[in-house]
C-alpha cells in the first residue's frame, strides 16, 4: 500500500482527482486529494496575501497532521511549484515527487516568469488591481491541444466548478533550499511526447530545468489527464510507487 496525495493545478480543488483517487484506492492505496486555500470550496478564503507558501503550508500540514509518511507526492500543473517547495520542507516524509503536465521550476522562477512578455502584460491588464487570475476559457475551441479528451459533459463540469485562483500562487518565484534535490523524481508527459520532454529537459527549458535524472511517462492526452484519461493515469501512478 501507498500513500498519495494529489495536489490539482489552477483553478480546480481535490475533486479533479476523484476518479483517479477512487482507481488507486481500488488497487488498496491510501489516496489525500487536496484543496489548496483560496480554491474551489476554500475559495471564501482567498486574499491579497494567499500565496505559493500558503499553498504549500497546505500540503505539509496536511502530511505532518496525518502524520503520512513515505508519500507519493503528485502534482499537476501549477500544483508542481507548491509540491516542489513541500518536499523540499519535509523531505523525510516522501517516497517519490511525481509531475504531472509539470516540472520542477528553477529557483527564483515564478509561473508567471513562464508566460510570454505580451501574455504577461495581458493577463496583468485583465487582472488589474485584483488578486486572483481569472479561470481560463474551457470551450472545447479555444484550445484543442490543452483540452483533447474532455467531452462536453466534462468542459461544463469545469466551467460549473472551476474558481478564479489566488495570484500570489502564480507570481511568487518558487524557493529551492535543496533538502529534496536527493527525493526521486518522475513526470508524466501528455501534450509534449516523451522525446520532446527529453529534448526541452536537456536544452534547459525553464519548466523542466530542475529536472535531474527522473523518468518520464508518455500519456498522450490534453493537459488535465485526470479527467481525459483518470484510469490510464491511476495505473501509471500506481506503477510508480513500487519503483
Given at each position: 500500500m501507498t500513500t498519495f496525495v494529489l495536489v490539482p493545478g489552477f483553478w480546480l480543488g481535490g475533486w479533479a482527482w476523484d476518479e483517479v483517487a477512487a482507481s488507486l484506492r481500488a488497487a488498496g492505496h491510501r489516496v489525500h486529494p487536496v484543496t489548496l486555500t483560496g480554491v474551489a470550496e476554500k475559495a471564501h478564503l482567498a486574499t491579497p496575501e494567499t500565496d505559493l507558501d500558503t499553498h504549500t503550508d497546505d500540503i505539509v500540514r496536511l502530511i505532518e497532521e496525518e502524520d503520512l509518511r513515505d508519500v507519493v507526492l503528485v502534482g499537476h500543473s501549477g500544483g508542481g511549484m507548491p509540491v516542489t517547495q513541500a518536499a523540499d520542507r519535509i523531505p523525510e516524509r516522501i517516497r517519490r515527487v511525481v509531475y504531472v503536465e509539470s516540472g520542477p521550476l528553477p529557483d527564483g522562477v515564478s509561473q508567471f516568469d513562464t508566460n510570454e512578455p505580451a501574455e504577461q502584460a495581458r493577463l496583468r491588464?485583465?487582472?488589474?488591481?485584483?488578486?486572483?487570475?481569472?479561470?481560463?476559457?474551457?470551450?472545447?475551441?479555444?484550445?484543442?491541444?490543452?483540452?483533447?479528451?474532455?467531452?462536453?459533459?466534462?468542459?461544463?463540469?469545469?466551467?460549473?466548478?472551476?474558481?478564479?485562483?489566488?495570484?500570489?500562487?502564480?507570481?511568487?518565484?518558487?524557493?529551492?533550499?535543496?533538502?529534496?534535490?536527493?527525493?526521486?523524481?518522475?513526470?508524466?508527459?501528455?501534450?509534449?511526447?516523451?522525446?520532446?520532454?527529453?529534448?526541452?529537459?536537456?536544452?534547459?527549458?525553464?519548466?523542466?530545468?530542475?529536472?535531474?535524472?527522473?523518468?518520464?511517462?508518455?500519456?498522450?492526452?490534453?493537459?488535465?489527464?485526470?479527467?481525459?484519461?483518470?484510469?490510464?493515469?491511476?495505473?501509471?501512478l500506481d506503477d510508480l510507487s513500487t519503483h
Open positions: 491588464a485583465e487582472i488589474g488591481d485584483g488578486h486572483l487570475l481569472p479561470v481560463r476559457d474551457w470551450a472545447a475551441a479555444a484550445d484543442p491541444m490543452l483540452l483533447a479528451g474532455l467531452d462536453e459533459a466534462t468542459l461544463a463540469t469545469l466551467r460549473e466548478r472551476s474558481t478564479p485562483h489566488p495570484l500570489g500562487a502564480a507570481t511568487q518565484p518558487v524557493h529551492r533550499a535543496g533538502a529534496g534535490d536527493a527525493l526521486p523524481i518522475a513526470l508524466v508527459a501528455c501534450i509534449f511526447p516523451v522525446e520532446q520532454v527529453e529534448a526541452m529537459v536537456a536544452q534547459g527549458h525553464p519548466f523542466f530545468a530542475a529536472f535531474r535524472g527522473g523518468e518520464i511517462r508518455g500519456l498522450p492526452t490534453g493537459h488535465w489527464p485526470m479527467l481525459s484519461e483518470p484510469k490510464r493515469l491511476a495505473e501509471i
